[in-house]
């Protein structure tokens, strides 16, 4: 046979070959039940644009910032590297900051300063929290990669739910417009995304703060609406009870590791952040006897004692909303199928301790715990408490040690245990009233 016909013969092959592969993956597509990502605060991009009620606090902060805008005058306003640098960060802070109306009993932006999440929908603005700085703001690309792996294509059955992570939803009978409108949004997307996907019911997979923004979301849908439409909600590192790293935000700031970054620059933006106010210690999972804030006068705050550390740190403007708004939110059992993946083993603030200076300068020691680094264990763990003998409830809860709330998004263990679990939602497999798993 001449080389020739060798030739022929091996290109046909390579083409069978190739075939056989897109098929099979086309296929594992098709049996796939559709997942939407949730990101946690501060998980996507956010835009701006600045109108005509803007009044800049300084030359630096004027209009023409940044340089980089689109032909409507919208710019990334989250991440821009910019706020590293001080003059930046302060109209970075001014900017980023809402407001809540005592009369309107809801939040708003800053006069101004219009703004809008990107690409819903989409996990474009989820991978990377500034696409022109892969490297150093990688969000969930490692997941999606995973993902990507066992038949998961963006778009067609793969999706993202962005937010403006700034605003929070509200107790019973109190507005939030931004939230309540994302909510929205995000239960026509899971319809859609069923719809597209032969009606197969979806997989919500969300990182912190999101788990609590889908679980409110199942919680004011009918029960019929999500037996049909969900088919399993998996939360990573989300802070059921809060975290009592949030009180030292709201005393002294947090710049998060970010270098050159000043926490009192950005200490009043964190302040206005209804998400944040969320995220305060909840009396329902802390215990209300154990002291999370010391002062050298022997004055102590316990989760019970929210709304007078709000006052007595100079934040009385947040005492209102905390009480009517945060205060009576639950976590009501879901009735759907839940794994929660969570971190353990990493040093978490479990209490601060301050000096003679008061809350004008930082702890002098911070006594530490188990968690995630972020979220305390008995956040992470406390829907065990709060759904323990709850009927029609399946729960599963798998412990990861060493990893961060962070690095659960791109330690290889850690992933190879989200993509496990997902594909036994896709093989069917089902799950017993509650299940823990530790690994280390």
């Not at 020739?4 to 091996?10: A, E, K, M, S, T």
């Not at 590297?81 to 001014?94: G, S």
């Not at 009192?264 to 952040?273: F, G, I, N, P």
């Not at 100079?314 to 199928?337: I, W």
């Amino acid at each position: 046979m001449s080389n020739f016909h060798l030739n022929i013969l091996l290109y046909t092959k390579m083409a069978i070959l190739s075939m056989l592969a897109m098929a099979a993956s086309s296929s594992a597509a098709a049996n796939v039940h559709p997942v939407i990502l949730i990101p946690g605060s501060g998980g996507n991009q956010l835009e701006a644009r600045l109108t005509s009620e803007y009044k800049s606090s300084s030359l630096m902060c004027n209009k023409w910032y940044p340089l980089k805008k689109d032909p409507d005058g919208w710019f990334r306003l989250w991440f821009d590297p910019t706020v590293i640098f001080r003059p930046f960060t302060k109209c970075f802070n001014q900017r980023m900051m809402i407001y809540f109306d005592p009369d309107e009993d809801d939040y708003h932006n800053a006069p101004g300063v219009e703004t809008r999440v990107p690409h819903f929908g989409s996990i474009q603005s989820l991978l990377y929290l500034n696409p022109t700085l892969k490297g150093i703001t990688s969000y969930m690309e490692p997941l999606v990669k995973s993902l990507e792996k066992v038949g998961y294509v963006s778009g067609k059955n793969l999706f993202g739910a962005p937010y403006d992570f700034r605003y929070a939803l509200a107790a019973e009978g109190h507005p939030s417009k931004v939230a309540s409108n994302y909510l929205s949004d995000l239960k026509t997307l899971i319809e859609s995304a069923s719809a597209s996907n032969g009606a197969r019911p979806v997989i919500l997979l969300t990182h912190s703060l999101g788990g609590l923004f889908a679980l409110h979301l199942l919680d004011r849908s009918p029960i019929s609406w999500r037996q049909k439409y969900i088919k399993r909600l998996v939360t990573l590192a989300a802070p059921w009870g809060g975290t009592v790293g949030e009180m030292l935000t709201y005393a002294n700031g947090n710049s998060f590791g970010v270098p050159l970054v000043d926490p009192l620059l950005v200490r009043d933006e964190q302040r206005s952040a209804a998400s944040n106010l969320w995220l305060m210690p909840s009396p329902r999972v802390f215990d209300e006897s154990k002291p999370l804030v010391v002062m050298a006068n022997g004055t102590h705050y316990t989760s019970l004692d929210i709304a007078r550390f709000l006052g007595d740190i100079g934040f009385p403007e947040g005492v209102g909303p905390y009480k009517t708004r945060v205060l009576p939110l639950g976590l009501q059992a879901p009735q759907v199928p839940v794994t929660c993946v969570v971190g353990s083993g990493v040093k978490t603030p479990e209490k601060l301790i301050y000096g003679g200076s008061g809350f004008g300068e930082q702890p002098v020691e911070i006594v530490y715990g188990d968690g995630d680094g972020t979220v305390n264990m008995i956040s992470l763990l406390a829907v065990e408490t709060e759904w323990g003998g709850c009927k029609n409830q399946s729960l599963e809860v798998i412990k990861i040690d060493g990893v961060s709330h962070t690095d659960i998004l791109k330690d290889e263990n850690a992933l190879g245990k989200i993509v496990g679990v997902v594909s036994s939602v896709n093989s069917g497999i089902s799950m017993t009233s509650l299940v823990v798993r530790t690994f280390s």
